[in-house]
């Protein structure tokens, strides 16, 4: 069975930093297409970043240039590094993977995330 | 960048059906794709490739995409079926997921 677990979320300052993780089991994060997706409080889905299988990266333009997106083979493992972090960057941070082909992409499973609050 | 929008709220009786609606620019030229998340849970895929549903999602899930609006049916609904419920598109010039704004499915 797939399985996503996320951690590393916790309470960081205005200004601040921190790296999430999202450990995959039952399948390879280097032969997908591997997601960040982040919810605010009582708000919607809304995509931050994804790494496929070859390396190449894309962020959402709200996060381009302050996070990054990276694996590592050997531990099976998603992160995201969150840097220059704001009050709007407060929200649950889901991984999921994608199933990509055809021109269409869709995320067949899902995290259940790992809460990012930015305060002072 | 691309735009789907969805109604805020659909509110539905026990038995009846639901029809969720997302709506972009030419939608039916995209692969749209649902996800319902309840309440305190990660979302879960229902609906993939416009109308398929993956393994586990009961038939009571249809999709369906055409012109300007893509739609999420819930046959015979359930109270266990109350929940937000998000389309999503791929925007292959931006390598970008695109999600609607989200329908809260309330069963009265």
């Known amino acids: 069975e797939v399985q996503l677990v996320e951690s590393g979320g916790g309470l960081v300052q205005p200004g601040g930093s921190l790296r999430i993780s999202c450990a995959a089991s039952s399948f390879t994060v280097s032969s997908n297409y591997m997601n960040w997706i982040r919810q605010a409080p009582g708000r919607g889905l809304e995509w931050v970043s994804v790494m496929y299988s070859g390396g190449a990266t894309y962020y959402a333009d709200s996060v381009k240039g302050r996070f990054t997106i990276s694996r590592d083979t050997s531990k099976n493992t998603l992160y995201l590094q969150m840097s220059t972090l704001g009050a709007d960057d407060t929200a649950m941070y889901y991984c999921?993977?994608?199933?990509?082909?055809?021109?269409?992409?869709?995320?067949?499973?899902w995290g259940q995330g790992t809460l990012v609050t930015v305060s002072s | 960048s691309y735009v789907l929008t969805q109604p805020p709220s659909v509110s539905v009786a026990p038995g009846q059906t639901a029809r969720i609606t997302c709506g972009g620019n030419?939608?039916?030229?995209?692969?749209v794709h649902w996800y319902q998340q309840r309440p305190g849970q990660a979302p879960v895929l229902v609906v993939y490739?416009?109308?398929d549903r993956p393994s586990g999602i009961p038939e009571r899930f249809s999709g369906s995409n055409s012109g300007n609006t893509a739609t999420l049916t819930i046959s015979r609904v359930e109270a266990g079926d109350e929940a937000d419920y998000y389309c999503?598109?791929?925007?292959?010039?931006?390598?970008?997921?695109?999600f609607g704004t989200g329908t809260e499915v309330t069963v009265l």
């Open positions: 490739d416009d109308r």
């Open positions: 030419n939608i039916g030229s995209k692969t």
């Open positions: 999921a993977r994608g199933s990509c082909g055809g021109g269409r992409c869709y995320l067949d499973s």
């Open positions: 999503q598109v791929w925007d292959s010039r931006s390598d970008h997921y695109v």
